[in-house]
């Protein structure tokens, strides 16, 4: 087996006396799929967050492509970096909100230029290339010039990926990226995704979409009460779950 | 008759033969009409009275000493309100910071600066030479450069252009960080997960946003400031309200003066008030489905539907006759 290209070893995070993440170990190999699901409050988003540092961890380690995220190793410990090169790291991470977080003031193209060329340091012009190229991608070709606040919700979650893959990262993380939309602007997100898994994108995804995990994923994870109670191809945990905590959340989605 | 039965009747008819008649309002025309008498008497009131004396209004009102005044006026509005919100945003960030001690001194400013009034710190740095009689610039509490004597550095116009800029700083910084803390948490959190720098994402992504809230209160503070300058007359600088006061000594004709001064700030606050107007529509950009019209477009846009109107009545005319 080839290095992960996340790898999640023994990670722990407590808010005060509530342990969300209760050691959580979770491999993901390049181009590979893996779907989180479980109960709200089981610790999939906090994980997702945890994976590009936007949540500190308190114990354990998170590695994208054998890089730490927010530390550097030295010896058998791991010094947290300064926020300037954590910001530099995780450009290798895309993220998609559930709520997209757009920024309003800005034009879509401006939305998907902005990190390459601020946090990249990309030339304007092949900046605005890869958007165009994108925004191509995702179907919204005619709306660069458009603002956020002019779009649909599945619009603007497309942008949403547009922007994340305009870092060009090693892997997209996406936190329930359909649970803000109207039900027949779902499709269209999903869709997108789709067409991102069959090119390769290493992809990490907390959702609710059953039949997207069952369609896509290469890995299921369920995920309760912080901690991984099981993960396997989709037709193993979906189908046959060997957990009775699984089959029960499964009865309640399905 | 039953109702569904009045109900298709009604339908049966074409939808063009019932006329639309508007409501009447005789309400509205009475509350215009007092309005407008109670304006009648008003300028009558000015305009009749020879007590107010405008012959004197007009011939000081562009008077050399009076427009040097405005101009001095506007010249310690502007430096009040680009310094103090120079300082007022450096405050507010530090007040957001993560360092405590940057952030309780933000505090401690602000508290400071509120709390005294405006005319007490004038005075203050008025008479800061009998204070300190000379600046040095060195190593702190080591040797000093070279050092200046305070009444060469500081003077009148100095120390009056100074406090106002340190008052209204206090003021800014409350009003830029509750603008800060007013864009939605989210934005920051993307911002960061897309790895843009800290300084990008405040001046490229959250300041913008803010401005949507700081622009009106900041509109707020430069009028406040205009006639806020009135109060440097005590240093005995020739701003409008103290010239105003010297030519009303001398030819006594105090209330034509006043005059001459409100319709100064009066001309000085409309213009910044419609300047307001388009820089809220500049960082309204985005967040409104569609701006609202600046009052130009609002007369062009009256204008035009009156010519519509005013060409489609013969058409109206003639459907009505037939």
Redesign the interface.
């Known amino acids: 087996m080839s290095t992960p290209m996340v790898d999640v070893r023994g990670v722990h995070k407590s808010y005060g006396p509530l342990e969300v993440l209760r050691g959580v170990d979770l491999q993901v190999q390049p181009g590979e799929v893996t779907v989180i699901i479980g109960p709200s409050g089981s610790g999939k988003s906090t994980l997702l967050r945890s994976i590009n540092h936007l949540e500190k961890i308190d114990r354990g380690y998170v590695a994208i492509d054998g890089e730490f995220v927010g530390y550097r190793r030295s010896g058998d410990r791991l010094y947290e970096l300064r926020e300037r090169e954590i910001l530099r790291r995780r450009t290798q991470i895309g993220f998609v909100f559930q709520n997209f977080n757009l920024f309003p003031h800005l034009t879509v193209r401006e939305n998907v230029t902005e990190a390459p060329i601020s946090a990249q340091g990309r030339p304007r012009g092949q900046a605005e290339a890869l958007a165009t190229e994108l925004l191509a991608q995702v179907g919204l070709s005619d709306k660069a010039e458009a603002y956020p606040r002019q779009l649909s919700g599945g619009q603007r979650q497309r942008v949403a990926i547009a922007r994340a893959l305009a870092l060009r990262p090693k892997v997209v993380l996406f936190d329930e990226p359909t649970s803000a939309l109207d039900p027949e602007l779902v499709g269209e997100v999903l869709e997108v995704m789709k067409a991102l898994a069959r090119n390769g994108t290493t992809m990490i995804v907390v959702t609710h979409e059953i039949g997207f995990a069952r369609e896509v994923a290469d890995t299921v994870v369920f995920m309760d009460a912080g901690q991984i109670v099981e993960h396997g191809p989709p037709r193993q945990v979906l189908d046959r779950p060997r957990h009775d905590r699984t089959r029960a959340f499964l009865s309640k989605v399905l | 008759m039953t109702a569904p039965a009045v109900l298709e009747e009604a339908a049966a008819e074409t939808a063009g033969s019932l006329t639309v008649l508007k409501a009447r309002h005789p309400g509205r025309w009475i509350a215009g009409a007092a309005v407008a008498v109670l304006l009648a008497m008003a300028v009558n009131a000015l305009v009749t009275n020879p007590a107010w004396d405008w012959p004197v209004v007009g011939a000081y009102l562009f008077h050399p000493s009076v427009v040097h005044a405005v101009l001095f006026t506007v010249e310690l509005t502007a430096l009040g309100i680009v310094l103090g919100f120079l300082l007022g945003t450096a405050l507010a960030l530090m007040r957001l910071s993560r360092v405590p001690l940057l952030a309780s001194a933000a505090w401690g400013y602000v508290w400071l600066f509120r709390s005294v009034p405006l005319i007490l710190q004038l005075l203050f740095w008025y008479n800061l030479a009998a204070l300190y009689k000379q600046i040095s610039f060195g190593v702190p509490f080591g040797p000093a450069f070279f050092s200046v004597d305070s009444m060469d550095l500081i003077g009148p116009v100095t120390a009056a252009a100074l406090g106002l800029a340190l008052h209204q700083a206090a003021y800014a910084a409350e009003i830029v960080r509750g603008g800060l803390l007013s864009v ?1 948490p ?2 920051l ?10 300084a ?1 994402q405040i001046f ?2 959250q300041l ?2 803010a401005m949507r809230s700081i622009v009106p209160a900041a509109g707020n503070e430069i009028i406040g400031l205009v006639k806020g300058t009135s109060v440097v007359y005590i240093m005995a600088l020739p701003e409008l309200f103290y010239q105003v006061q010297v030519i009303y000594n001398r030819n006594g004709r105090v209330i034509a003066m006043l005059l001459v001064a409100a319709i100064w700030y009066l001309v000085l606050t409309t213009v910044l008030s419609a300047a307001q107007h388009y820089v809220e529509r500049r ?1 309204g ?5 569609a701006l609202p019209p600046t009052p130009l477009q609002r007369v062009r846009r009256i204008l035009s539907v009156r010519r519509a109107a005013r060409r489609q009545r013969p058409a109206w005319g003639g459907g009505e006759r037939r």
């Open positions: 939605d989210g934005q959190e993307a911002a960061a997960a897309l790895g843009i720098p800290r990008r490229r992504i913008p946003q960082f950009r985005g967040l409104a489905q």
